[in-house]
C-alpha cells in the first residue's frame, strides 16, 4: 500500500529561544489493492525542533 500525508494546519504549542515544540494536524489516505476506496484519516503529531547552526532540525516526531 502507499501512504499520503498532507499537512492540514500547525501551531506552535511551546517556544524557547533553541527549541520548538508544534502540533501538526494531518491528512493521511491510504491506497491499497486489499483496501476498497482511498480512506482519509486525520492524524495529530507532535514535533519538536532544535536550532543547529543556521537550521532547524527534527529531533523528534511522536504520533498524539
Request: aromatic share 2%; charged share 15%; net charge neutral.
Amino acid at each position: 500500500g502507499l501512504t499520503d500525508a498532507q499537512v492540514k494546519s500547525a501551531g506552535v504549542i511551546d517556544a524557547q529561544a533553541d527549541s520548538v515544540t508544534v502540533l501538526v494536524m494531518l491528512d493521511q489516505t491510504t491506497t491499497s489493492k486489499n483496501i476498497k476506496g482511498s480512506p482519509v484519516d486525520g492524524s495529530r503529531v507532535r514535533v519538536v525542533m532544535t536550532h543547529s547552526g543556521n537550521t532547524w532540525l527534527v529531533s523528534s516526531l511522536n504520533p498524539i
